[in-house]
């Protein structure tokens, strides 16, 4: 067995917690939760859910570039929303950054976020 790989990506904004951006063991990457987060400021974008979804986007793209994956390997990703009615939205982002051979998905909603974030994304890739 592997040895485990974290993962701290350059481009993403600094954790704000006790963890780590991702980690890869077995040709396997599994990121932490992202929230839109600017990885200049570490300030949380909330304008709007289109900009705030892209930035989550940005990050994680981020994270996988670092990890030596791409959005092209993303096998199952998990959404979290505060609110459901921001669903089409959301996946209206995530639509231009994962194209086709769309991964395995999970959206559920949650009281709160860090932050005080509207959306929060995790992905699981392939190297």
């Given at each position: 067995?592997?040895?485990?790989?974290?993962?701290?990506?350059?481009?993403?904004?600094?954790?704000?917690?006790?963890?780590?951006?991702?980690?890869?063991?077995?040709?396997?990457?599994?990121?932490?939760?992202?929230?839109?987060?600017?990885?200049?400021?570490?300030?949380?974008?909330?304008?709007?859910?289109?900009?705030?979804?892209?930035?989550?986007?940005?990050?994680?793209?981020?994270?996988?570039?670092?990890?030596?994956?791409?959005?092209?390997?993303?096998?199952?990703?998990t959404i979290y929303l505060t609110s459901l009615?921001?669903?089409?939205?959301?996946?209206?982002?995530?639509?231009?950054?994962?194209?086709?051979?769309?991964?395995?998905?999970?959206?559920?909603?949650?009281?709160?976020?860090?932050?005080?974030?509207?959306?929060?994304?995790?992905?699981?890739?392939?190297?």
């Open positions: 067995m592997e040895k485990k790989k974290v993962i701290i990506a350059r481009n993403a904004p600094a954790a704000i917690g006790t963890y780590s951006h991702a980690n890869s063991i077995n040709g396997m990457i599994y990121t932490s939760g992202q929230i839109a987060l600017d990885p200049i400021t570490n300030v949380l974008i909330t304008d709007d859910i289109t900009i705030e979804a892209t930035t989550v986007m940005e990050n994680l793209k981020a994270i996988l570039e670092e990890a030596g994956s791409s959005f092209a390997k993303v096998v199952k990703a009615a921001d669903f089409a939205a959301v996946d209206a982002v995530y639509r231009q950054f994962i194209t086709s051979d769309y991964p395995g998905r999970t959206c559920v909603e949650v009281s709160a976020l860090p932050k005080g974030a509207h959306v929060e994304i995790e992905m699981i890739a392939s190297l």
